[in-house]
């Protein structure tokens, strides 16, 4: 799916939030990528009683993919590590959105030769959909 003006790109899940959750948790283990954090941000809006749809933030990286990225354009560290959110629209269909790898590229002005560096979201977030 090509990327929206705002560089994120959207996919839609088969799945549940928690469902696509784990797909991609299990992806990344199995890949030994570094899960760093997840954001819970519908269970931290329900902790202040306020209603939200299922809506999680999954963060992760590879140090030998990502450090090369800041050498070359620091503030790339911005958008690193990675981030895939996954959550449900007024609808209830599931959606899994991440950062355009291209769309990084050109924000930071990143080597062409370093894009596929972080050209692996595509797949990760295919494979959590699916």
């Known amino acids: 799916m090509p990327p929206t003006a705002s560089g994120l790109i959207d996919i839609p899940s088969k799945h549940s939030v928690d469902e696509t959750l784990a797909k991609l948790k299990g992806i990344l283990q199995a890949k ?3 899960l760093f954090a997840l954001v819970d941000h519908s269970g931290e809006a329900a902790k202040a009683v306020i209603k939200m749809r ?3 933030l999954l963060i992760f ?3 030998k993919a990502g450090t090369p990225l800041m050498l070359a354009a620091s503030r790339i560290a911005i958008d690193l590590p990675l981030k895939i959110l996954i ?3 007024a609808q209830g269909k599931v959606w899994v959105t991440y950062n355009s790898p291209v769309y990084l590229q050109e924000r930071h002005g990143l ?3 370093l894009l596929p560096n972080i050209s ?3 797949a990760l977030g295919k494979a959590a959909a699916e």
């Open 32 to 34: 030994g990528v570094t």
């Open 54 to 56: 299922p809506t999680k």
């Open 61 to 63: 990286g590879s140090p």
């Open 87 to 89: 959550w449900e629209d």
């Open 111 to 113: 080597p062409v030769e």
């Open 120 to 122: 692996v979201i595509e």
